[in-house]
């Protein structure tokens, strides 16, 4: 034997299947946009940030070399009154460029560091949605779709089995039971007139 439903409120599938659209649309949108954001971030990495550091490094350690051969320069070669000449100011600037290229290699690292921490993250990130993802694009708008059809047959259903009032009275031509007893007794042949004394005698005679 099928089972029966109890449906009390065709109006509760109906908001039901209002709020699965609008909960498959917000989460389908919020699912895009962290991917997306992701997305962007690791490509900032891989090519922004990445040829950026890669040129300071570049341009870092040129203006360490040039540091380096002023100060040289400064103490090979002596003053006018044959004095070893002071390379202060070259060596202070020698030490800001080397403290310089520093970052820029400790940046150029991370950027590859994090570049690949992030390639992972992306992957184990795809993975933990995918059944997610699959139930936004394609179980959840399966499942509006039938409950539409349901709610069409429930009402199609209801119309059909549309009760008539108890109190409504019967139209003319009603084959109802009250109408049926009127009919049969209005349609009853009627009885023979009772014989009076004059028609008693008269057939005694």
Known sequence: MAEKAAVESVDGIKLFRIGLIKFAATAGVALADAEAEVSRT????????????????RKRHELVERCKESVRMKKLFKDSAGRQQSAIDEEKALATAQRALAEAMEKANNVKKYTRVLQKELQMYKGGVTRLSTDVSSVLPQGALELGAIVEALEAYSDLQMPESSGTPQSVGSTGPMTRAVDEEATKPAPPPAATAETRNANDE
């Open 42 to 57: 690791l490509m900032w990495l891989e090519n922004e940030a990445r040829s950026h550091w890669d040129g300071q490094l």
